[in-house]
């Protein structure tokens, strides 16, 4: 048995989750899924990203203490793991005293190495993303941030800075040489450029007269650290760092999931801090891209977002869960509208998937009284699946699971189960029908990292060798958006 520890980048609490935080759940929860099937030891951790500039001012807006805000706001993305029937075994916030003893820890690290060092910080800051940048960087962008459209701060105070620098050269050959392995191949492109261009020393932390949410500097009343600097360390925290035994156990990360716009901070950053620390860095990351609605940008300001919840209350879990991962491509931008989810839902999960494991059971019930009789041990090629998701290639998995659902409909059709039963042959056709059973039921095993709830829903219906009709359609035919 082997170890597999999976990350997921705990998302900002300024706002509730979106359709594109749920998309990082639910891929982390799939590789979860199906190494534990493979008997994998596997650990995945969840969290909450708490501290920072936004949380601050919007808790004063309230009228809120900080912690108060956050508690709110950190409630809601646990009811979305649970609406999005995600499993994960720890829960990091960045509030809670087992980080900042962790992140205290390292920092003391990197200060005995001299890795961290006192200077005066002059420059751009976007509070948006909770990000210092650089002059060239800034101007490239007429001053103006470009994911959250307003206006770079200028700052000038006194910070502590993290020798990113000196890391340089070690961080690169780990991309290079796919000691650190990114995916896809266009992110392992993209950060190469940034690190080939010059990785500066960074600031890693704010004035307490500035910002007096966070982890305070060993030593230091007057400071707390850097929300991306102190954020990143929610990995190995969530572990018990440095001390722990699962710290042991699971450290380095064997997958880290994330969105493309936090990749410099997972593929150069952190690796620096580690690297700087003396701690082995991850496997792997797995870079996804951003998801727009009716193809644009994703904005509460405009009010052009999707309530994940929303997807969930109208057409369930599963449904939302099928649309992420074989709809928005592996490691790429995809689009979200009501109408092309509900033809997905209507046409691929209903009629595909639904009709095929309803009429299946009908003809059993119908012809054989129910009973399936003895299920014969026949699999299909599960080469393209199992390519596709060590691929972390989700939507070619799902692809290959659908091959065999429209091959299976094929099937029926060819044979024609109800023509057999107008003659005395009941071996051919039960025979004929068993096979179509045990298609199923592995499709319904490829689909249980994917579609948990189908999975058991296809199970329950046909495992047991007598038909279960108490499942009732998988998926009932939706006409809210199609018309």
């Not at 205290?104 to 910080?121: A, E, P, S």
């Not at 290639?393 to 044979?415: H, P, V």
Request: with cysteine; glycine share 6%.
């Amino acid at each position: 048995m082997s170890k597999y520890y999976i990350t997921d980048a705990i998302p900002y609490t300024n706002a509730p989750a979106h359709i594109g935080h749920a998309l990082a759940f639910v891929q982390s929860d799939v590789l979860a899924r199906y190494h534990r099937a493979l008997g994998d030891d596997v650990l995945l951790t969840h969290g909450a990203d708490e501290h920072g500039t936004k949380n601050y001012q919007k808790a004063s807006e309230l009228n809120k203490k900080p912690q108060a805000y956050a508690d709110e706001i950190t409630k809601k993305f646990q009811e979305a793991h649970t609406k999005l029937n995600v499993k994960y075994d720890r829960f990091i916030r960045t509030s809670s005293p087992e980080h900042a003893k962790a992140t205290q820890v390292l920092w003391k690290t990197l200060v005995d190495k001299g890795d961290i060092y006192k200077g005066t910080y002059k420059g751009w800051y976007c509070v948006g993303c909770e990000e210092f940048v650089s002059d060239s960087h800034a101007k490239d962008n007429n001053l103006h941030c470009p994911v959250h459209e307003k206006p770079y701060e200028q700052l000038e105070e006194d910070n502590y800075f993290f020798r990113l620098s000196q890391y340089q050269d070690q961080v690169k050959s780990l991309i290079v040489n796919d000691e650190l392995k990114i995916t896809p191949d266009s992110r392992k492109h993209e950060i190469l450029s940034v690190i080939e261009s010059g990785l500066d020393d960074i600031s890693v932390s704010r004035p307490v007269d500035k910002l007096p949410w966070g982890v305070p500097v060993p030593g230091d009343k007057k400071h707390i650290i850097y929300i991306w600097f102190e954020a990143l360390i929610c990995y190995i925290s969530a572990l018990g760092y440095p001390d722990s035994e699962d710290f042991e156990t699971y450290w380095p990360a064997d997958m880290q999931i994330l969105g493309k716009d936090i990749l410099r901070f997972h593929a150069a950053i952190w690796p620096a801090m580690l690297l700087a620390a003396g701690l082995p860095t991850p496997s792997n990351l797995l870079v996804h891209g951003f998801i727009s609605f009716n193809g644009k940008k994703l904005s509460k300001s405009t009010g052009n977002v999707v309530d994940p919840f929303e997807v969930i209350e109208e057409y369930g879990t599963d449904p939302l869960r099928y649309y992420l991962l074989r709809h928005i491509p592996a490691g790429d931008d995809g689009d979200f509208t009501w109408q092309k989810f509900e033809r997905a839902y209507n046409s691929e999960l209903g009629n595909d998937l639904g009709n095929l494991a309803q009429r299946l059971s009908a003809m059993i019930t119908r012809y054989q009284n129910g009973v399936i009789g003895d299920i014969p041990d026949f699999e299909h090629d599960e080469a393209a699946y199992r390519l596709a998701i060590n691929g972390f290639r989700f939507d070619k998995a799902m692809d290959s699971i659908w091959s065999m659902i429209q091959g299976l409909n094929q099937y029926l059709e060819e044979t024609r189960p109800w023509q057999i039963a107008k003659t005395d042959d009941s071996v051919h056709l039960q025979e004929t029908l068993a096979y179509a059973v045990s298609s199923l039921l592995q499709v319904a095993d490829l689909l249980a990292p994917f579609l948990p709830e189908t999975a058991e829903k296809i199970q329950q219906i046909f495992q047991k060798g007598v038909i279960d009709d108490s499942v009732g359609v998988l998926f009932p035919k939706k006409e809210l958006y199609n018309a």
